[in-house]
């Protein structure tokens, strides 16, 4: 099965903030913005932490290498209100790229998305010049639906839909 070499497990507290930190620090990782401050890092933990436990099977992950508990990275599935929709985010530490495990990420998320029968649509949002995200999507069924300028700053962004 694709995503086996990956557990997934759920950022909880505290204990788990030098994980995301160390991605939203990074800034050849946030490349769709721009990093978070440490104030900015720490409200959105808070409120991250407390609106994941809304959800048994969405929310944020911290992503390990299964075997020898590695920590490589943080996906997103995040739901509708509605739950008729999903959208879903995936950032790997520099030092695993181009090795698949992204793809396999996605793969993983998509597992998730499955529990809940009601989502029908999953999309996800990235910039149309980062190659690897937009292969990764491809691969996992996904297919080009916009292109857009991004009101904030002018950004170009392309999202990706994938139909259940
Ligand atoms: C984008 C990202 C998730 C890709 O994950 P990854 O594990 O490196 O991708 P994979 O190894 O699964 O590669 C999938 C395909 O993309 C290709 N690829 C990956 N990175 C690439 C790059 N920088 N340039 C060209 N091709 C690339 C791989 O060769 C592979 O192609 P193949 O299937 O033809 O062999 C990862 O680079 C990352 O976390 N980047 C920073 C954060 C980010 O951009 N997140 C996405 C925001 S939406």
Redesign the pocket.
Known sequence: MEGNRLELVKYTGLEDFHYFSCIVFNE?????GRIFTQEEAEEYFDFMIENDKRYDFAGNYKVFIENNNIYI?TATLRLSEDLLGAEI??????D??????????VGCLLNLVSKYESVKEII????PN????R??LL?NGFESNLTYKVEEDDRIAEKFIKYL
């Open positions: 050849s990782i946030m490349n769709m990275g985010e995936y950032m790997l530490l520099p695993y790229w181009g090795k698949g495990y992204g793809t396999e990420i996800a949002i990235t910039d980062n190659i690897g995200s292969k990764v691969k």
